[in-house]
Nanobody, 127 residues
Framework: VQLQASGGGSVQAGGSLTLSCAAS????????MGWFRQAPGKEREFVAF????????RYVDSVKGRFAISRDNAKNTVYLRMNSLKPEDTAVYYC?????????????????????WGQGTQVTVSS
């Protein structure tokens, strides 16, 4: 699966952005898709996850109530709507996909559990 992320940009604190991640490939078989972010000098951090089949979602606590992950099955695209953005949300955002089922409950939080990654899109929030 190839992933193409887009939608990053620069906004002021309190603003909104929507990121998109389009998936393509000869045999599209995705179990779940996630969004991660990486700020300079920091490790890649889990942000949000959605199960492709039923749309169930998971979020890191710091974005709950502000960010929303959704998917459009017909377009093979997952979105991350980000509201009430804060300067600490500044990072490169990556989408990721995995086709496998996993045995442990919180696998989706670990970058190493994903097979495919998009190229990253920069989000900058100024105060």
């Amino acid at each position: 699966v190839q992933l193409q992320a887009s939608g990053g940009g620069s906004v002021q604190a309190g603003g909104s952005l929507t990121l998109s991640c389009a998936a393509s490939g000869r045999s599209f078989n995705v179990y779940g898709m996630g969004w991660f972010r990486q700020a300079p000098g920091k490790e890649r951090e889990f942000v949000a996850f959605s199960v492709w089949s039923d749309g169930s979602t998971r979020y890191v606590d710091s974005v709950k109530g502000r960010f929303a992950i959704s998917r459009d099955n017909a377009k093979n695209t997952v979105y991350l709507r980000m509201n009430s953005l804060k300067p600490e949300d500044t990072a490169v955002y990556y989408c990721a996909a995995d086709s496998r089922t996993h045995t442990h409950s919180y696998w989706y939080r670990s970058p190493e559990e994903y097979e495919s990654w998009g190229q990253g899109t920069q989000v900058t929030v100024s105060s």
